[in-house]
């Protein structure tokens, strides 16, 4: 059969479908490459064609019209030859080693033109095949050439397909050396091009920024790059530093990378970046079993370096939760990441025969506890319910980490900052509270804040973050042109609404306590910047005088939605520890507006106002429900005086006649609560306030009040 399809191989048309043929029939003829390495006596042989065979697939190889095709032969040859031992006298493993020189010069040429270049197919083939005959050589002489900066971008795609396909076949780590070399490379495209691409034309289109190299403006490079790492992720950390501070560098970079590549606007690329991502932390949570058996360390020493290195990772995962906008898309996938990383985490910790204990008190787990939890709060404002849920089982799986490595009988000496408020954060976590809807969640999520009575650093900063936040959202909602583009600014709302209640909610537990509240020789609180002390940073007042005084001033928004919003919160979200600095903040803005005579603003500002103080007011006072000695600096009497005072000197209308209603409503329920209310000088405050409500009455279309008889 060689014979018939070597007399029929006339034309280079009918040898690119028959040389393949013949290099497998010459396969089934070991003899003939042991003649080929017979100077003299292939010729009087009757293999002589055969041999001069596999003579002309080697010269062919030199020839640009043949090259493709011989190449394919000397590939399929050196495949079949890397199965053999390397010790073996095998003829064709012979017979390969010979040539493995010529296809790599060939094949991988220092100079070659990209147009001129043989099938990518072929050079992955070769690479491969190479790889086995001689991994040594390739690593030194091979990959540099491929990989170099000057050298096509074929020849980095079939090193990175060639390393894929030799990966996902090797089991003994036999190529680890193969993997070390190209690791630098692996990670300087993969940061190189997703920058590119993140700051470029989308979807891989062939326009590329000028400057910019071909193969970082290559959407094939990055995919077989992806691939590579999908099959060999931790490919990523080859060579990584040992310096903590480089280590931590380095981590932050490769993150951003693996980020960039997540929130790309290819589909294929950001689902194999997911993939690989997955599969990567999951090898960073499980990879102290690895060291232990290749480490000379003590087990207590490999749990501490296993706390502070997925301590590291956890720092700076929640770091990069808190850059993104709580609108981006691409939230979601680095949420996703950061619980399935906890997750394989907490399974790890399950396993484990002897439980990690050592090292979970070391202070990078503490610092990391704390990032969590400020990333965790944080997100939990946020509108989108797959946000809150994905939030919510992260804060379960940091629970159960806590009821593994924590003593639940002295949670205040927890080094975990979410168990210090561990019955609020498990209730929020639990898996039998379905997430009806967002505003549903919200409302549960004020109710369970507002009950959080243990401050941690992680609270107090989160607190200071969403205020930032909060601010910027102000500015924006409180514009005479919001409104005008209906998704956005309903989202912008939501998220405003969102904020507003969380600080008002969580607040009671960021105010500094009182010398009998605090726990004795308790370091937990010791220099923690609490939000009604003024901080360093030279603002005359304090964080939450700041946030009294904006919400006192959005009551009067041109907003009605933004008016609602907050005198809700006001009325029946805020946590009562944050009464006193309310009604102080209250007190000051009653006597700018009706007791100033240089007060500026108009009359309707100042009626809206007093409407939205008496409402507020009465809120406040109907959910007082005992005697609380943190009001007893509070004048409710006074507060009802000013009011009533600068509502009987305006002319009757609709407005003024609706704020007065409501002022007798007030009224009625002070009076009703004035034995756990500090009314001072009782007698003369009723008085003025009966003279003043008796002459509405007596006025010409009065309005009738029955109830202020009762």
């Not at 690989?276 to 020493?301: G, H, V, Y």
Request: glycine share 4%; proline share 3%.
């Amino acid at each position: 059969m060689f014979d018939i399809a070597a007399n029929m191989a006339d034309s280079a048309k009918k040898r690119a479908l028959l040389w393949p043929l013949q290099t497998s029939l010459v396969l089934l003829l070991p003899e003939v490459f042991v003649l080929a390495s017979m100077l003299g006596e292939a010729n009087r042989s009757i293999n002589a064609k055969r041999v001069l065979f596999l003579e002309t697939l080697r010269k062919s190889l030199r020839l640009p019209r043949s090259s493709d095709i011989a190449a394919t032969c000397l590939v399929t040859i050196c495949r079949a030859a890397s199965h053999f031992a390397m010790d073996s006298d095998s003829a064709v493993l012979s017979f390969a080693l010979d040539v493995q020189n010529e296809m790599r010069e060939e094949i991988f040429k220092r100079h070659h033109q990209e147009e001129t270049m043989i099938d990518r197919d072929v050079m992955i083939k070769a690479f491969v095949s190479l790889c086995h005959l001689s991994k040594d050589q390739v690593v030194e002489n091979l990959v540099p050439r491929c990989l170099d900066k000057s050298s096509p971008i074929s020849f980095k795609i079939s090193v990175f397909a060639g390393t894929a396909i030799i990966a996902a076949q090797d089991k003994t780590e036999e190529f680890a050396e193969l993997y070390r070399a190209i690791a630098p490379d692996i990670r300087e495209y993969l940061h190189a091009i997703g920058a590119a691409r993140k700051n470029g034309p989308p979807n891989g289109v062939s326009k590329k920024p000028e400057g910019q190299s071909t193969e970082i403006a290559s959407v094939e490079l990055l995919y077989q790059i992806l691939e590579l790492l999908k099959i060999r992720p931790y490919l990523l950390y080859e060579g990584a530093p040992k310096n903590s501070d480089e280590s931590g560098a380095f981590f932050e970079k490769t993150l951003s990378s693996i980020l960039n590549c997540i929130t790309d606007d290819d589909t294929f690329v950001r689902t194999l970046s997911a993939e690989f991502a997955r599969r990567l932390i999951s090898r960073d949570a499980n990879s102290i079993d690895d060291r232990a058996r290749q480490s000379s360390k003590t087990q207590t020493e490999l749990q501490i370096e296993s706390w502070k290195g997925a301590s590291a990772i956890l720092v700076t995962f929640s770091r990069k939760l808190l850059d993104f906008d709580l609108s981006d898309p691409a939230l979601k996938v680095m949420l996703g990441l950061v619980r399935d990383y906890m997750e394989t985490r907490l399974q790890f910790l399950r396993n484990m025969k002897i439980l990690v204990e050592a090292g979970a008190d070391v202070a990078e787990r503490q610092i990391a506890g704390i990032s969590l939890e400020v990333s965790f709060l944080v997100l939990l404002c946020s509108s989108d319910l797959d946000i809150c849920s994905l939030t919510t089982s992260a804060i379960g799986i940091l629970c159960e980490e806590g009821r593994l490595t924590e003593n639940l009988e002295d949670l205040e000496r927890s080094g975990l900052s979410v168990m210090k408020n561990y019955a609020v954060y498990s209730e929020l976590s639990s898996q039998t509270f379905r997430l009806t809807g967002p505003v549903a969640f919200q409302k549960r999520l004020r109710k369970l804040l507002g009950r959080m009575s243990k401050p941690t650093a992680g609270i107090l900063t989160a607190w200071e973050a969403v205020f930032t936040k909060w601010k910027a959202l102000c500015k924006v909602v409180v514009q005479p042109s919001f409104g005008k583009s209906p998704l956005l600014d309903e989202r912008s709302l939501v998220e405003w609404r969102n904020y507003s209640g969380f600080l008002a909610a969580l607040g009671g537990c960021c105010i500094a306590m009182l010398p009998h509240e605090m726990p004795i020789e308790d370091p937990s609180v010791a220099g923690l910047r609490w939000i009604d002390r003024l901080a360093s940073d030279g603002e005359s007042m304090s964080l939450l005088e700041r946030f009294m005084r904006q919400c006192l001033q959005l009551l009067v928004s041109s907003s009605v939605n933004v008016r609602e919003n907050i005198r809700e919160v006001l009325g029946s979200e805020m946590n009562p520890r944050l009464y006193v600095q309310f009604f102080r903040s209250l007190e000051l803005e009653l006597n700018s507006l009706y007791e100033n005579p240089s007060n500026v603003q108009s009359s309707e500002t100042r009626l809206l106002f007093a409407e939205q103080a008496t409402s507020l007011l009465r809120a406040i006072v109907e959910r007082i429900e005992d005697s609380q000695e943190s009001l007893l600096a509070v004048d409710f009497g006074n507060f009802t005086l000013i009011l009533a005072r600068y509502l009987h000197t305006l002319k009757d209308d609709a407005v003024t006649l609706r704020a007065k209603i409501k002022m007798c409503q007030l009224v009625e329920i002070v009076s009703r609560k004035k034995e756990i209310l500090n009314l001072r000088q009782d007698v003369r405050v009723r008085n003025s306030l009966l003279a003043i409500i008796s002459e509405w009455m007596s006025k010409p279309g009065k309005v009738c009040l029955p109830f202020l008889y009762s």
